[in-house]
């Protein structure tokens, strides 16, 4: 069975998230995040792409809007080899389209260095080639590249058709990597020709490749993947993102075990082991009851909800054949926000008979403060929205972040 992208889901990669103000203070504020960058100054730290200009990240949550660009920063692209070297892309806050920018200073102050082949062009999909800094992709309209650090660009030819993603190689700079609603594709003389890179056609929502040769892929069904190059021979190395589809990466310049992913729900979640496992980035320092709640969940509820309470898909490892008995996500991307605190815990004392009876009651398992602290486990994963608008209110709820 072909896996592709519910229109829900295109919809959403279209518009993430909701209107947020100029000025956000933490991550919960922020909307249309566009692409993600460790910070080069301190890989525990993110800088994100938004709709009003680069913010960085703090893993408690915390967020600054850096320098005096208010942009809507539709693309950002790292340079592997030269860290604090930035590359960007959008429209301006007066509408257009802002051509390439690039930053020497991890993004506190940009210059616009080019206008692209035929531009000014605003790049949705944006690569530094790995195997060589002067070599960058951008599609606008149709795929172009630039041998010479962006300074001049010419046109390759037609993108792959529904295009999401795009990666350069560390093998070749004619080497290029294409995620695709129709799976995913290697090119390998510069984009002007495309083939299949797996043997499955699953959609591709995620590719990415770092400097010391390893390439990433999300694939629906099948989850993050990885290869060696120039070897095509991928392997599965975590699906358990459950409900979320990751669409932007990024590996730390300084190690290569320290991952970053963007899901279409507009979370984030790191590795520090390569890939093998993930955190979600960017919580609140937790209290007493979460951090026990966390401790109760991992032992309890884990196996069906996911880390983080992503919850389960078809292609969850856990998840029944019967699609219509997955476990759901507890994070707040689906409804758990929707119920109000005592349906919440009544759920967890006494079971439920939806989903084919797969959530049992954990009634004589769990202690009333078991359960209580499972439930501030689980509400610390909502943002702030979701939080002020639990319950029958969602359905009419004015809430907007703090100023």
Known sequence: MRLTLSRALVLTLAMLWMTAPVQAKRL???SHLHGLAFDPADAQQLLLATHHGLY???PD???ELLGRARDDFMALAADPGNPGRLYASGHPVGGGNLGLLRSDDGGASWTKHSDGHRGPVDFHQLTVSPADSNTLYGVHGTLQHSVDGGDSWQPVGPAPAKLISLAGSSHARERLYAATEAGLKVSLDGGKSWRAAVMFRSTASLVQADMNGTVYAFVLGRGLL????????????YNGFGGHYPLQMTVAHDDPQRLAVLTHHGRIFTSDDGGMSWQRFGLPIPSEA??????????????CHGVA?????PGTPTAPLDSTKLAPALDGTAHAWHHDDAQLRNTIHEGSVARGGRMPAWNGVLSEADIGHVLAYVKSLWNARERACQGAKHMNCDWQPED
């Open 226 to 237: 990885s290869t060696s190059e120039p070897s095509l021979a991928w392997k599965t190395l």
């Open 61 to 63: 949550g915390r967020v």
């Open 290 to 303: 979460v951090v026990e709640g966390a401790r109760v969940y991992a032992e309890y509820c884990t196996s």
């Open 56 to 58: 960085r990240a703090y």
């Open 309 to 313: 309470g992503v919850g389960e898909t």
């Open 28 to 30: 919960d504020d922020l």
